[in-house]
């Protein structure tokens, strides 16, 4: 403690600790906060790489993307997504976690299986439902023909196209909440329950008097985790619909992906990727604000 | 009331199959019908069991997509590994340098740095890729695996995971350590590394799966066909025209299938992870 106490550092132990930082910091440097500048940079100039003429732009960006409708557009399918993907998804997370929860025979193989397709990649994923989907070969549309229901046509509906993205992304992610629930109700300590049983407390009022309180916590985390992602989706659009139909599924990452790698507009779509970035986080702030906990245990 | 218990414990595990049969039903599906002809796949479309079992089974699907050239699958599948081993190596040790450095160690500006660290967090992947792109352009890195792989070491998250991990070896070993002669490079490789190999498991894997699994980075800054990784040739792979779902599913099952495998072998450092971030972060 000599050295720390003192304020004076043992100078090998200093010099190790900035080598052994250096290389990390130097990659953070290079491929995240230099690019993080440069965007902002970008996102003020006129910058397309077809046209290879750079020139400053101001705020024009920014001023022709409130007025862009179909940047607008695409910031309400993303909140569409996002409004229905986070309740949704999260009920049926928790929803499993409390299923799985108990010690029981053959509880190892459930957990495994509801945890199977965050391993199966999101490219893979959504190439598989969009064969599922296929209005007249998919499995899903051959099964509700066969009990007689009407068909669903996910790709090729622009009112319904979303839904099919949201199973697919839901089917996709809600093993790994689960898991974080699961970490979460094992915090809760049993004597809680056991006391809550003594007062006369049922399996109801357990859960919303004991179980929910103690998991704010988790869901503030679980919930914060899905809205970024919710509101970045990407891969699924992609591959799937591409967008359609009839623009249905372009969401703002979507867009931003068309706008910088298709029409090369570099400093269009930094100021969109900036606007983006400004919502997650201002809306993660709130969120972080709504939920503070006082909760302890 | 003990039946009544028993009871609810029967619901229960009908719930509980039902959703994963629900679950597992693509993925199934997807192994099924790789291993169907192109006629079988498209000849049942009502309910039978026909539907949900290979009638003869074939492998002529994988045969096919190693034998084309003009869509090298084992090549894709190899430079995927590549890249993905090569990140994971990379990446566990400077990263790992980086947490042990923040966990263990005395300097200067240490909250400073840990700050920086931290902020980084915040920036979202959406803004960086555009200039990131730029900045592999200016680099000439464009279709070289250089820019797959080095923007890609370093990884905030897995440092702050394994600070947590590390944060548990006490000091007193490494000032043993110290008296007797080493130096903090010999003591980071012999005691804290081995120390930390769960650590490092459930970091390697958690980093191989998503090298494995990247999508968008590839399909921006590798364009040439030969070099391009599994997950977008598989999304290139089924937006061709005329393209045989068997083909398309044996393309899919055999990239999903071994990392299904491993992950099945592993899961226990995979899911505490899962558990660390979300827990304590």
Same mark, same amino acid.
């Given at each position: 403690?000599?050295?720390?106490?003192?304020?004076?550092?043992?100078?090998?132990?200093?010099?190790?600790?900035?080598?052994?930082?250096?290389?990390?910091?130097?990659?953070?440097?290079?491929?995240?906060?230099?690019?993080?500048?440069?965007?902002?940079?970008?996102?003020?100039?006129?910058?397309?790489?077809?046209?290879?003429?750079?020139?400053?732009?101001?705020?024009?960006?920014?001023?022709?993307?409130?007025?862009?409708?179909?940047?607008?557009?695409?910031?309400?399918?993303?909140?569409?997504?996002?409004?229905?993907?986070?309740?949704?998804?999260?009920?049926?997370?928790?929803?499993?976690?409390?299923?799985?929860?108990?010690?029981?025979?053959?509880?190892?193989?459930?957990?495994?299986?509801?945890?199977?397709?965050?391993?199966?990649?999101?490219?893979?994923?959504?190439?598989?439902?969009?064969?599922?989907?296929?209005?007249?070969?998919?499995?899903?549309?051959?099964?509700?023909?066969?009990?007689?229901?009407?068909?669903?046509?996910?790709?090729?509906?622009?009112?319904?196209?979303?839904?099919?993205?949201?199973?697919?992304?839901?089917?996709?992610?809600?093993?790994?909440?689960?898991?974080?629930?699961?970490?979460?109700?094992?915090?809760?300590?049993?004597?809680?329950?056991?006391?809550?049983?003594?007062?006369?407390?049922?399996?109801?009022?357990?859960?919303?008097?004991?179980?929910?309180?103690?998991?704010?916590?988790?869901?503030?985390?679980?919930?914060?985790?899905?809205?970024?992602?919710?509101?970045?989706?990407?891969?699924?659009?992609?591959?799937?619909?591409?967008?359609?139909?009839?623009?249905?599924?372009?969401?703002?990452?979507?867009?931003?992906?068309?706008?910088?790698?298709?029409?090369?507009?570099?400093?269009?779509?930094?100021?969109?990727?900036?606007?983006?970035?400004?919502?997650?986080?201002?809306?993660?702030?709130?969120?972080?604000?709504?939920?503070?906990?006082?909760?302890?245990? | 009331?003990?039946?009544?218990?028993?009871?609810?414990?029967?619901?229960?595990?009908?719930?509980?199959?039902? @959703?994963?049969?629900?679950?597992?039903?693509?993925?199934?599906?997807?192994?099924?019908?790789?291993?169907? =002809?192109?006629?079988? @796949?498209?000849?049942?479309?009502?309910?039978?069991?026909?539907?949900?079992?290979?009638?003869?089974?074939?492998?002529?699907?994988?045969?096919?997509?190693?034998?084309?050239?003009?869509?090298?699958?084992?090549?894709?599948?190899?430079?995927?590994?590549?890249?993905?081993? @090569?990140?994971?190596?990379?990446?566990?040790?400077?990263?790992?340098?980086?947490?042990?450095?923040?966990?263990?160690?005395?300097?200067?500006?240490?909250?400073?740095?840990?700050?920086?660290?931290?902020?980084?967090?915040?920036?979202?992947?959406?803004?960086?890729?555009?200039?990131?792109?730029?900045?592999?352009?200016?680099?000439?890195?464009?279709?070289?695996?250089?820019?797959?792989?080095?923007?890609?070491?370093?990884?905030?998250?897995?440092?702050?995971?394994?600070?947590?991990?590390?944060?548990?070896?006490?000091?007193? @070993?490494?000032?043993?350590?110290?008296?007797?002669?080493?130096?903090?490079?010999?003591?980071?490789?012999?005691?804290?590394?081995? =120390?930390?190999?769960?650590?490092?498991?459930?970091?390697?894997?958690?980093?191989?799966?998503?090298?494995?699994?990247?999508?968008?980075?590839?399909?921006?800054?590798?364009?040439?066909?030969?070099?391009?990784?599994?997950?977008?040739?598989?999304?290139?792979?089924?937006?061709?025209?005329?393209?045989?779902?068997?083909?398309?599913?044996?393309?899919? =099952?055999?990239?999903?299938?071994?990392?299904?495998?491993?992950?099945?072998?592993?899961?226990?450092?995979?899911?505490?992870?899962? =558990?660390?971030?979300?827990?304590?972060?």
């Amino acid at each position: 403690m000599r050295g720390y106490k003192s304020g004076i550092y043992d100078k090998q132990e200093m010099r190790a600790a900035f080598l052994f930082i250096l290389p990390a910091l130097l990659l953070l440097i290079l491929f995240i906060f230099y690019p993080m500048a440069r965007a902002l940079l970008i996102s003020f100039q006129n910058y397309n790489l077809i046209s290879a003429n750079t020139s400053p732009a101001g705020l024009a960006n920014y001023r022709q993307l409130f007025e862009d409708s179909s940047f607008l557009e695409s910031l309400g399918h993303s909140f569409y997504f996002a409004a229905v993907v986070i309740p949704l998804q999260t009920v049926i997370a928790l929803g499993l976690a409390l299923l799985v929860r108990r010690v029981f025979r053959g509880v190892g193989l459930f957990r495994t299986v509801y945890f199977l397709p965050v391993v199966v990649s999101f490219a893979i994923a959504s190439t598989i439902f969009k064969l599922i989907y296929n209005k007249d070969y998919g499995m899903l549309n051959v099964l509700l023909r066969g009990l007689g229901l009407p068909a669903w046509d996910f790709l090729s509906n622009p009112d319904i196209s979303m839904i099919g993205i949201i199973i697919l992304c839901i089917w996709k992610a809600m093993g790994f909440f689960m898991i974080v629930f699961l970490a979460g109700l094992n915090n809760i300590p049993d004597s809680l329950y056991e006391a809550a049983h003594v007062d006369g407390a049922g399996a109801v009022q357990q859960f919303f008097k004991v179980t929910l309180p103690l998991l704010k916590r988790t869901t503030a985390f679980v919930i914060i985790i899905t809205t970024m992602d919710a509101l970045k989706i990407f891969v699924p659009i992609y591959i799937t619909t591409s967008g359609g139909p009839a623009q249905s599924t372009s969401t703002v990452v979507f867009y931003i992906y068309e706008t910088a790698f298709k029409q090369m507009n570099m400093g269009y779509a930094s100021a969109a990727a900036f606007v983006l970035f400004a919502i997650v986080l201002v809306i993660s702030v709130i969120q972080l604000r709504l939920f503070r906990t006082d909760v302890e245990y | 009331m003990r039946k009544n218990r028993i009871g609810i414990l029967a619901v229960q595990y009908v719930v509980m199959t039902l @959703i994963a049969l629900l679950v597992i039903f693509p993925v199934y599906w997807m192994i099924m019908s790789s291993f169907r =002809t192109h006629e079988e @796949i498209f000849k049942y479309s009502t309910l039978s069991w026909q539907l949900f079992f290979p009638v003869k089974w074939t492998l002529v699907n994988y045969k096919e997509i190693f034998m084309d050239d003009s869509k090298p699958f084992g090549r894709y599948m190899l430079n995927t590994l590549l890249v993905a081993v @090569i990140v994971t190596f990379l990446g566990l040790i400077v990263n790992s340098l980086a947490a042990f450095a923040f966990a263990k160690l005395r300097f200067p500006f240490k909250k400073t740095l840990i700050v920086i660290f931290l902020s980084s967090l915040v920036i979202p992947y959406e803004v960086i890729m555009i200039p990131q792109y730029l900045l592999i352009g200016d680099l000439h890195w464009m279709n070289d695996y250089k820019a797959l792989i080095v923007p890609q070491i370093v990884w905030v998250f897995g440092i702050f995971m394994l600070i947590q991990f590390f944060a548990d070896i006490p000091r007193d @070993i490494l000032d043993a350590a110290k008296i007797d002669g080493a130096g903090w490079l010999r003591i980071y490789s012999k005691i804290v590394l081995q =120390t930390a190999v769960p650590a490092l498991i459930t970091l390697g894997l958690m980093t191989f799966l998503n090298q494995w699994d990247s999508f968008l980075w590839p399909l921006v800054v590798i364009n040439e066909e030969k070099k391009q990784v599994i997950q977008v040739a598989i999304s290139s792979f089924q937006s061709l025209r005329n393209i045989s779902w068997g083909k398309v599913l044996a393309a899919t =099952t055999i990239s999903s299938v071994p990392i299904l495998g491993v992950f099945l072998l592993l899961q226990k450092y995979y899911v505490q992870g899962i =558990t660390m971030s979300g827990v304590k972060g």
